[in-house]
């Protein structure tokens, strides 16, 4: 597996000069022109130009096939657009006039306002070999005006940084305002002046990773927080009939497929219910013949041992549980690629009898009776349960959604769009732009007359 090589440590000024020399860097730009930056740098990214040479980069930084980096570049940017982010806007803050100026708020008699005002400087610290996390969390910094020193995750250094490079080729003066260096966590004079000079702390990773950094963070700073999270998936015997389920083998394949199944988006597990037109035996087998072909298309990247011997361990375990089971229609089953490689396992996994999540794309497929066990089973994950994906008739998935959000989920979405969130998402539950900006209202004077003006 492809290591990155340690990099020496930045001026350990970087977060000073950012936090003085940001906030007009920022400000002479208005919301609307640094949404008009971003898209035309998300587009340049994928251009024919640079796009050949940043998937190879981005390949071997994490580990991964051509085409499925190239799948998550082409993704990521298409999320960093214009009428993406605008819609992102509507949705966290009203749109983009929230940003340069006190706008009315709506429903709020009298006249009163309110003005989204970013912070002076904040770091973002992302971890993991998930490329796309840390450049997404600097597209969003510039969209709220913002200055940020972004520490990427050791898989997403080189498509973060050639964001902002493209950034600033249009726009020189972001030189000063935004700033992404690599380093190693936890460690070393730069991080120790970022934390000291940060408004805000974002960070992306581990429970233990979000711990260390709040234990360093001074007590009225805000910590936004992205740590360990679950996706899942379900199935409704209604979903399963001859004309749906083969296009619905696909859409799982490839939601377990993309970033090698590295991402919180991922599912790990799926719940199948049993008594559909198809029986879960057969679309076990179509989930098989799909995660096989879309392998031959995009391969799983390289494995290190570590990786290599997780999955062994886990087919090893249900192979063992396969071979006590009677060998009925729900038996513990184990498929893999026809050579045996590591490229993908899928477990049948009747009752839950195999833990564990071994490593590259490892699907487990449960078979259930009814969907109410799948929901048991889901609730104990709590507020780790992030996406599950649906596939179920309208009314009885708006039911399934209802239930699941009780249980903690913060998504509920269909397979083929699991993988790629939209960038209006309630990420793990809040509004990703309103998450970095504080609200300043202007009340009007009691018994004013209300302003309809927009300045």
Request: contains cysteine; glycine residues 12%; neutral net charge.
């Amino acid at each position: 597996m492809n290591r990155r090589a340690p990099e020496p440590e930045p001026d350990a000024e970087l977060p000073g000069h950012l936090r003085r020399s940001g906030p007009p860097a920022m400000g002479a730009l208005p919301a609307r022109r640094r949404l008009q930056l971003l898209d035309r740098a998300a587009r340049t990214l994928v251009s024919p130009s640079e796009l050949p040479d940043l998937v190879t980069r981005v390949a071997r930084e994490a580990s991964l096939s051509g085409p499925v980096a190239g799948d998550v570049v082409r993704r990521m940017a298409h999320e960093w657009t214009r009428p993406r982010m605008d819609a992102l806007l509507v949705a966290d803050l009203g749109g983009p006039d929230a940003l340069d100026d006190f706008v009315p708020l709506p429903g709020a008699p009298g006249g009163d306002r309110a003005k989204a005002v970013p912070d002076r400087f904040a770091l973002h610290v992302g971890s993991g070999t998930v490329p796309g996390v840390s450049a997404t969390s600097l597209a969003r910094s510039l969209v709220v005006g913002t200055p940020a020193l972004v520490k990427p995750g050791t898989g997403d250094v080189a498509l973060t940084r050639a964001l902002l490079d493209a950034l600033v080729r249009l726009e020189p003066s972001l030189a000063h305002a935004l700033a992404v260096e690599a380093w190693q966590g936890g460690t070393g004079a730069l991080e120790a002046r970022a934390l000291q000079e940060a408004e805000r702390v974002v960070v992306y990773g581990s429970d233990e990773t979000v711990a260390a950094i709040r234990s360093r963070m001074g007590p009225a700073v805000p910590l936004v927080a992205y740590p360990h999270r679950v996706s899942l998936g379900m199935v409704a015997r209604e979903a399963l009939e001859e004309d749906r389920a083969p296009a619905l083998a696909r859409e799982v394949a490839e939601a377990v497929s993309a970033y090698d199944q590295r991402g919180c988006v991922s599912p790990r597990r799926i719940w199948v219910e049993e008594g559909g037109g198809v029986s879960v035996a057969r679309f076990s087998a179509l989930l098989e013949e799909a995660m096989d072909r879309h392998a031959r298309t995009h391969p799983v990247g390289p494995m290190d041992e570590a990786e290599r011997s997780s999955v062994r361990q886990l087919r090893e375990v249900a192979g063992l549980v396969a071979e006590m089971d009677d060998g009925g229609p729900r038996g513990t089953r184990v498929g893999l690629p026809p050579d045996g490689g590591p490229g993908w396992t899928l477990l049948v996994d009747p009752g839950g009898q195999v833990r564990g999540t071994g490593g590259g794309r490892t699907l487990v497929l449960e078979p259930v009776g009814g969907l109410e066990e799948a929901l048991a089973t889901a609730g104990q994950l709590g507020t780790a349960l992030q996406s599950v994906a649906v596939e179920a008739p309208p009314g009885r998935r708006l039911r399934i959604a209802g239930e699941l959000a009780a249980l903690g989920a913060t998504r509920i979405t269909s397979f083929k769009r699991q993988p790629w969130p939209p960038a209006w998402w309630r990420h793990d539950g809040g509004g990703p732009l309103r998450a970095l900006v504080r609200w300043v209202a202007l009340e009007a004077p009691e018994g004013s007359a209300p302003d309809h003006s927009s300045s």
